[in-house]
């Protein structure tokens, strides 16, 4: 039959297809509130704080919102749908605009770290972009549909340094503070592609059903899927963190500390736009596994020498790691839960995800500068290890796709 014979079904996929592209470029504008954030945040940090040993607490203040706010977003797609939430995130993301900016302006280093908690928010909600974007397909297009979304993260890490570049030096003598601004404005845009975005709002008789959390956290498929985000996203923090300053150590100018993180974000994004056909056609369990093994040989890379090349190297595959591992992970929880259940264990899963990253972050500036750059990389090895014996030990690497 062809597609003008239906147009039913033709019009239900155009549907599909344009929530989906708005979800991905909204990825791409709301995405570049964390590449300025952490562009700019320990640079101002360092500018206004009393002590300079707390030039990076911004930074971990954002990490600290992101954890905080994933279980209350949750909540609110809950009780009145996704769409709430994404305005929730992105009144937080104008926000952390004008906080940011006005915190330059008077000089304030705690008005900004109370910008970077809501620059943390409105992280928190962007990454909930691709489970919506899952809730938009039938089950056999989720995982493409995650894998479109995070694509949108290329632009993100694109558009964002670009507008710092361009806009630092705009208000002088207050640098930053036009680039805040501009943060801000960025976020109104988002608001309004989001608002074109139509999702199904929750039934009154959904707010209480389905099986209670504690029994879906219970399953072995749930188990593997958080376990396999959490760790490939803390590790892929703790390297990241720590890689610039390491670079540094090494004798190595900015400039090239600098481009080797521009190709770190690309090979973060960058196989979003074929990691939903892997997974289609090898099951997301072992592109998962893929994605801890290319982790793990960048810890092995950065442990073979400090060079410029060693470095590169080892955030381009950390970078492609990261996405195989959390792009499949977030598939597996999409298979852990039916549509009534979905908000509350999808928040569950950030909130485990990003509340522990927080101790990479934590960790990476101790552990660097106590002891070095290998036992950085050393310390990446173990929590892949027992990823990896988790994913085996459930049965999910064992369970067969569905060609």
């Given at each position: ?40 945040g320990s640079v101002v940090g360092n500018m206004l704080a009393p002590d300079k040993a707390l030039s ?105 340094p670009q507008l710092v570049t361009f806009t630092m030096d705009l208000w002088p003598p207050y640098i ?28 009154a008789a959904e707010a209480n059903t389905g099986r209670p959390l504690a029994e879906i956290a219970r ?185």
């Amino acid at each position: 039959m062809s597609k003008a014979a239906n147009p039913a079904l033709e019009a239900v996929q155009e549907h599909e297809r344009g929530n989906v592209a708005r979800l991905a470029i909204s990825q791409a504008l709301a995405g570049a509130n964390a590449t300025i954030v952490y562009a700019t945040g320990s640079v101002v940090g360092n500018m206004l704080a009393p002590d300079k040993a707390l030039s990076t607490l911004p930074i971990t203040i954002f990490v600290v919102g992101m954890a905080a706010c994933t279980l209350p977003a949750g909540m609110i797609a809950q009780r009145h749908g996704r769409r709430a939430a994404f305005l929730f995130g992105t009144g937080c993301g104008v926000l952390v605009g004008l906080i940011a900016a006005l915190a330059v302006l008077l000089g304030s280093f705690w008005l900004f770290c109370l910008a970077t908690f809501f620059g943390g928010a409105y992280a928190a909600v962007v990454l909930s972009f691709r489970f919506a974007a899952a809730d938009c397909v039938p089950p056999d297009r989720r995982a493409r549909a995650i894998s479109a979304v995070m694509a949108g993260g290329i632009f993100a890490g694109v558009l964002g340094p670009q507008l710092v570049t361009f806009t630092m030096d705009l208000w002088p003598p207050y640098i930053f503070a036009a680039t805040y601004l501009a943060q801000a404005a960025l976020a109104v845009v988002c608001t309004g592609v989001l608002i074109g975005v139509k999702l199904p709002t929750p039934k009154a008789a959904e707010a209480n059903t389905g099986r209670p959390l504690a029994e879906i956290a219970r399953q072995p498929r749930f188990i593997a899927a958080v376990t396999a985000g959490v760790i490939s996203y803390m590790i892929m923090n703790l390297v990241m963190t720590s890689a610039p300053l390491a670079m540094r150590f090494c004798g190595i100018s900015q400039g090239d500390a600098n481009l080797g993180l521009q190709w770190h974000v690309i090979a973060m994004y960058g196989p979003s736009f074929f990691t939903g056909r892997i997974i289609t056609r090898f099951g997301a369990p072992r592109v998962v596994i893929a994605g801890l093994v290319l982790t793990a040989l960048s810890a092995a890379v950065g442990l073979s020498g400090i060079t410029v090349g060693h470095f590169w190297l080892t955030l381009i595959l950390l970078g492609i790691g990261w996405n195989f591992g959390f792009v499949g992970a977030s598939t597996m929880v999409v298979e852990c839960h039916g549509s009534e259940e979905r908000n509350k264990v999808q928040s569950l899963n950030d909130f485990l995800v990003f509340g522990l990253m927080v101790v990479g972050s934590f960790a990476s500036g101790g552990l660097l500068n106590s002891y070095g750059w290998e036992m950085v990389c050393w310390v990446a090895l173990p929590p892949l290890l027992l990823a990896a014996v988790i994913l085996w030990t459930t049965g999910s690497f064992r369970t067969r796709p569905a060609i």
